[in-house]
C-alpha cells in the first residue's frame, strides 16, 4: 500500500526497533531500548529509553552515546546499568565498559574498564551486588594480565588460536582464544569467580540470587567425540567456589532461575535427541540440595523462557502455542499449568512486580515488539513507546489438512485491494520453530506491499502443537514437513484473494532447505529464493559449528536420504541463492556447492556462454542472518527483482549500489 513505511525500504529500515526490557527493583521504573538507524543507514545505534509504567505519558530518553548502549540493569540501590563502547581522547575504539547512570540523576558514570571488554551484566535485587560477563585469555590470571597478553597478541599482530577441544566457532564468530568469565564489580575493580573455564559459559546463561551471595550458571562440559552436554553449576559470589547441582548425562539443562528466597532453582531440561526420537523440553526445580523435581511432564509445550514470580509462589513460562506464545503460569507444588494472556501476541523479557503485575515485551505480524504491563487478571496496558507502522493489508489464519489427517496452520498476509495476489510460500527456519512473532530480517510486509500474499505455515517440526506434531517430521525432513508445505499451498491457493497460477517460494536456514527440497520435487513454482541453505547433507554436518547436535539427529543413511543435492537433476525453476561468507552454522560450503550444481547438472543448467536464469547473491562480510542495514536493503531489493522477473513477468532494475 502506497504511504506505508513497508513501500519503500529506506523508511522501512529506518523504522525504530524495540528489544530489551529492564525493571527496577521497586518496580516503578522501566527501561526499554530503542535501535535507530544512523545518518548514514550503515548501522542501528541503540538508546537507553525510561516508559511510565502506568502507560500513561510518553518514553523519555536517558542515554546518548555515538555507539550506542546495551544490556539495561537495575542495582538493588535503583541506579541504571548498562554497557557501552564511548571513545575517549586517548583510546579511539575503546571496548565496551560498563556505565552507571544514577537513580538521583547526573552524568553516566564509567565504572569498569577491562581489556577485552564487558559483554554482559547481572545485579542482585536486594545486595549491593554486581557480576559481569567478560572474556578473558585462558592463561591470564588476572585483568590485569588480560591487558598485557592482548597488547603482546596486538603488536605481533597474532591471531592464531590453538584448540584442544570442540567446537572452534559459532553462529557467526570463532570462538577462542579467549574464554568467557564471570566477575564481581566492587570499587572499580573486577574479581573473577570463574578461573579456568575454558568454553564452558561462552553460550551459557545464569542468575544471581536475590542477595548476591551465589549464582547459578548453566556450564558446558565436554562429552564423549566432539559433543558438550550443560549441567548446572552454583558459584559463591564471595569465593569462587564452583560445585555442581544438577547433572543429567541424557539432557542440557539451562536457564536457571533462582527463586527469590533463594531455596530453589527453577531451569529448562532439554532432552538429548537421537535419529528416532526428538527433544523433549520440560521446566524442572530443584531445590538446593534435594532433588529434581519435573513440573511439565504432562504439558505438551516446550517452555522457552522461565522466571519466578515476585513473591516466588509461581513460575512464569513462555512458550509456542498455535501461532503465538503467550506467558503461562506454572504452580512449583503441583506442576499445574494455567495460561496468563490470551491475545495474539508473543511475549518474551518477563519481569515481575511486587503487586502481581509483571512488565514484558510482546509482538505479533500485526505489530513490531512494544512494551507492555501485564496484571494479575491477564488484562494487558501497552506503554507508549514507538509508534506502530501502517501496514500494507490485513492477516488472516488458513489451516489445511495434511494427508495424514493432521491440521496445518499457517498466517496469511493479504495485500490492500481486491485484485487476487500471486502467492509467496515463506518457510521458517529451525526447523523447531514457529512463525509467531515480528521479524525485521523476514519481515512479510515488504513483500506485501509489492502485491504479494505472503503464506507462512507451521509444518512438522514447528513447536506449539505437541510433541507428535515434531515427531512427524523427526529425521524426515523432506516427507512430513513437505508434504505439510503442500497441503497448506494447496489451502492458501483456494483463498479468493489469491492468485493460484502465479505462486513462489523462498526460506532460510532449515527454511532454505525446504526450498531445495521443493525445487527437487515440484516444479510448481515459478521462483524459487534460498536464503543459507542446506544442500549436500553429508558436507553439512561434519563442519557446522555444532555437529554433535546434527549427528544425533540424523545417521548417515538418513542424511543421504533427505539430501536435496540428490535431486539436483530435477531443478528446472530459477533459483535465488543467497549466503554469507561468515555463516557458521550453515557454512559457505553449502552455497558454494549448491551454485556449482545449479550450474553444471540441474535441468536448468548454464547455457554455452555461461547464461543462466538462476542467480547468486554472495555476502563476503555477513553471517547467517544478515545483520547490516545497506545489506539488508540489497537483500529485499534482489529478491524482489527476482520474484518480479519470473512470477509477475515484470523488470525491476537492480540497485546501483552493486555496481
Not at 313 to 320: G, K, M, Q
Request: net charge negative; hydrophobic share 40%.
Amino acid at each position: 500500500m502506497a504511504g506505508t513505511p513497508f513501500a519503500d525500504l529506506d523508511a522501512y529500515l529506518a523504522l525504530p526497533r524495540v528489544s530489551g526490557l529492564a525493571v527496577s527493583p521497586d518496580g516503578r521504573r522501566v527501561v526499554t531500548m530503542i535501535s535507530e538507524l544512523n545518518n548514514k543507514g550503515s548501522e542501528y545505534v541503540t538508546a537507553a529509553w525510561e516508559l511510565d509504567p502506568d502507560g500513561q505519558h510518553a518514553a523519555r530518553r536517558l542515554t546518548y552515546g555515538a555507539k550506542g548502549e546495551s544490556q539495561p540493569t537495575f542495582t538493588a540501590a535503583g541506579d541504571l546499568l548498562f554497557v557501552a563502547a564511548r571513545p575517549t581522547d586517548s583510546d579511539e575504539e575503546p571496548p565496551a565498559a560498563l556505565w552507571r547512570l544514577p537513580a538521583n540523576g547526573g552524568e553516566a558514570q564509567r565504572i569498569l574498564e577491562l581489556a577485552g571488554g564487558v559483554s554482559g551484566v547481572r545485579a542482585a535485587r536486594s545486595a549491593d551486588v554486581v557480576v559481569v560477563t567478560a572474556p578473558m585469555l585462558p592463561s591470564a590470571g588476572t585483568p590485569e594480565d588480560d591487558k598485557r597478553l592482548r597488547t603482546l597478541r596486538k603488536d605481533n599482530k597474532v591471531s592464531a588460536i590453538l584448540h584442544t577441544g570442540y567446537p572452534v566457532r559459532h553462529w557467526d564468530h570463532d570462538l577462542g582464544p579467549d574464554h568467557a568469565h564471570l566477575l564481581r564489580v566492587e570499587s572499580g575493580a573486577a574479581q573473577d569467580i570463574t578461573p579456568q573455564p575454558g568454553l564452558a559459559l561462552n553460550e551459557a546463561t545464569a542468575d544471581i540470587s536475590a542477595d548476591g551471595s551465589f549464582a547459578v550458571a548453566s556450564w558446558e562440559l565436554p562429552a564423549p567425540g566432539a559433543a558438550l552436554r550443560s549441567v548446572l553449576v552454583r558459584i559463591d559470589i564471595g569465593t569462587g567456589e564452583r560445585t555442581v547441582i544438577a547433572d543429567d548425562p541424557v539432557a542440557d539443562l539451562g536457564s536457571p532461575a533462582i527463586s527469590p528466597d533463594g531455596s530453589t532453582v527453577a531451569f529448562i531440561r532439554e532432552t538429548h535427541s537421537t535419529p528416532d526420537q526428538a527433544p523433549r523440553i520440560t521446566l524442572c526445580t530443584q531445590v538446593f540440595g534435594g532433588e529434581r523435581v519435573e513440573l511439565t511432564a504432562r504439558w505438551d509445550r516446550w517452555p522457552t523462557s522461565v522466571t519466578w514470580s515476585h513473591d516466588g509462589s509461581t513460575l512464569l513460562v513462555t512458550a509456542d502455542d498455535d501461532g503465538r506464545a503467550p506467558i503461562f503460569c506454572v504452580r512449583p507444588g503441583t506442576g499445574d499449568v494455567s495460561q496468563l494472556t490470551h491475545d495474539d501476541f508473543a511475549y518474551s523479557d518477563v519481569r515481575p512486580v511486587a503487586d502481581g503485575a509483571l512488565y514484558a515485551l510482546r509482538s505479533s505480524y500485526l505489530t513490531p515488539p512494544h512494551p507492555v504491563r501485564v496484571d494479575a487478571d491477564g488484562s494487558v496496558t501497552v506503554l507508549p513507546c514507538v509508534e506502530f507502522p501502517e501496514l500494507p493489508g490485513e492477516l488472516v489464519e488458513v489451516t489445511a489438512t495434511a494427508d495424514d489427517g493432521t491440521p496445518v496452520r499457517s498466517w496469511l498476509t493479504l495485500p490492500a485491494g481486491d485484485t487476487p495476489a500471486p502467492l509467496l510460500l515463506w518457510v521458517h527456519g529451525g526447523p523447531l520453530g514457529s512463525w509467531n512473532t515480528w521479524h525485521w530480517r523476514w519481515n512479510p510486509w515488504v513483500l506485501t506491499a509489492l502485491g504479494y500474499a505472503v503464506l507462512m505455515p507451521d509444518p512438522a517440526l514447528s513447536t506449539g502443537y505437541g510433541q507428535d506434531f515434531i515427531q512427524r517430521g523427526w529425521g524426515a525432513w523432506g516427507f512430513a514437513p513437505f508434504t505439510d508445505l503442500m497441503a497448506a499451498v494447496d489451502a492458501a491457493c483456494e483463498h479468493p484473494r489469491v492468485d493460484a497460477g502465479r505462486i513462489a517460494v523462498m526460506g532460510g536456514s532449515f527454511g532454505g532447505y525446504m526450498a531445495n527440497w521443493i525445487a527437487g520435487h515440484t516444479d510448481r513454482f515459478a521462483a524459487i529464493v534460498t536464503h543459507a541453505s542446506l544442500w549436500a547433507l553429508d558436507q553439512f554436518g561434519p563442519t557446522t559449528d555444532g555437529a554433535y547436535w546434527w549427528a544425533r539427529e540424523m545417521t548417515p543413511e538418513m542424511a543421504e536420504h533427505n539430501s536435496p543435492h540428490r535431486y539436483v537433476g530435477h531443478i528446472t525453476t530459477p533459483m535465488l541463492v543467497i549466503h554469507g561468507d561468515k555463516d557458521y552454522r550453515v557454512p559457505i560450503g553449502e552455497g558454494l556447492r549448491l551454485w556449482n550444481d545449479l550450474l553444471t547438472r540441474s535441468g536448468l543448467p548454464a547455457d554455452d556462454t555461461g547464461g543462466t536464469a538462476h542467480r547468486y547473491l554472495y555476502y563476503p562480510s555477513e553471517g547467517h542472518w544478515i545483520a547490516a542495514p545497506q545489506h539488508a536493503k540489497i537483500w529485499y531489493q534482489v529478491v524482489a527483482a527476482f520474484l518480479s522477473e519470473h512470477v509477475l513477468k515484470e523488470h525491476i532494475d537492480l540497485p546501483e549500489t552493486l555496481g
